[in-house]
Each structure stands twice: as structure tokens, then as C-alpha cells.
């Protein structure tokens, strides 16, 4: 399925002042956020996206134009030539599309409509989200539906409390939100073209469309507790900065256990292997 990125915003709450990179473009170790998106939507084998580019177009543009597989794979080199041992993006289809400098997010989907609108079904992100999320089990689920839109529900990641609050004034109760069950909208959707005929122009995908969908009980939500973490602010943008330092990366699902080994890992047991490496040791 084609994966539709919104990474058009200004992302001023991410900026400090001194750059104009956009939040996507913005670094969680040697990569991009937007990679790291990419990264995950690949690993369940949905390599063409979408891109819908707004502000700092450019450095999208030339991030990919001038990307180099050496920073995260494997290779070697062979009298001055790079021997690539694995690969990123060798496989993905990626869409540039210009959808407007403060287009809302629901006129960035209408402006590539065109792109989905033949598909049975397509993938949205808000492209400053990370998560380990199953995505094929939400996608499963979500094709044997009759829903139009289908979204992650997650736990509030703000350490906020709710007031109850009497005719008088006076305070009768305060909980913590997570504790309340309230969910929000993760920034994962899983959606069928109708929902374009639910944003008018101008308009918004969950303001709009997912509202009215709820309404008329077609919105699906995939509650998930798992790791959720969005980057909306340099604060968080370094907390996961700093779990990828510490070797925390829960949303690189596809460095787990099970996972495709590279060329040069399957080169390395292969010599260990026949050097007895692996081997029981004697006497055992």
C-alpha cells in the first residue's frame, strides 16, 4: 500500500531558532525523523510513498537526492568502489509533492488524491511519530471492516491532572489522565478513498472527516499501550535522541530478533561456522 506522509508543517514548537530545518528532517541519531518513518512503514513491506511537502521542501528533497546508504549499512570497499552489504532505500518508490506552504493536513490528502484515489486502500502519518506498533495486525483488522478511516488510540503522553469541579466552586476529585482511560489520536491511519469525499476544501482529516466518520459509526480505532512516542517538541525530540544513544530503540522493529539478516551478518556465522567458532567446546 502507498504510505502518505504530511511533512509540510512549520514545526515551530520543534525549531530552536537557528535552523530552518523542518520537524521531519530533524536528527534522532545519524537519520532523520522522516527516515525513521519510512523505516518502520518498509518494514511491513510498504515501500511507495507519498511525501506531502510544505516548508523546508528543499531539504527533503535533497536529503534523498544525495542519500548515502554507507551512514546505516553495512559495505565494503574494494580498491576505491563501496561494495554495499545492505540497503535502505534501494527498493522504495518515493512521490514529491508540492501541497501548499500552510496547507492544512486535510488539503495536503486532497492535493494528492490523485496518487490513492484508485488504490482500495492507503496509509497516512503525520511523519513526527514514533511507535512499535503492529502494524499488519492494524491493517488486518482494518480490511475486514467496513470502516472508511481506522486510527491508533494511545495513552496522553503530558503528566496532566483532571479537576471535578462543583456548582460552588469546590473541587471534589483529581485523577491523573492516563489513569481515566482517555485515548488520542496517534497519528497512524489506516483509510479507504472515500474519506477524501469528507474534507472539504481547506479542510481537515480528523476535524473534519474522522469526526463525521465517527458519527456515523465508520471510524475504526486500534487501541494500542505499547511504545509511543511523538517528537513535537526538542524536549522530546531528545528524549528519543537519548534512547537511541542508550540502545533503546523500540521503534526500529526491524533490528528485533527474527528480523532479515544483513549480508554481512549471514558472511560472519558463515566464517564462524566453519572455523569452529560455534562449535561445543571440548569436554562438554
Known sequence: MKVVLFCGGFGMRMRDGDSDVPKPMQKVGPRPLLWHVMRYYAHFGHTEFVL???????????????????????FVLRDGEVELLGSDIGTWTIHFVNTGLESPIGERLRRVRHLVEDDEMFLANYADVLTDAPLDRMVERFTSSD??????AVAPQEVFHTVDVDGADRVTGIARATDMGVRVNGGYFVLRPEVLDHIPEGGDLVGDACVTLAKEGRLLAHRYDGFWQPADTLKERNALEAAYRAGTRPWMVWERPGRERTPL???VEA??????????????
Do not use: W
Open 265 to 267: 551478518e549471514m558472511l
Open 271 to 284: 566464517e564462524l561456522s566453519r572455523d569452529g567458532a560455534l562449535s561445543s567446546p571440548p569436554g562438554s
Open 147 to 152: 470502516a472508511v478511516a481506522s486510527l491508533l
Open 52 to 74: 506531502c511537502l510544505g516548508y523546508g521542501a528543499e531539504h527533503i528533497k535533497n536529503y534523498f537526492l544525495s542519500y548515502r546508504e554507507t551512514e546505516s549499512n553495512d
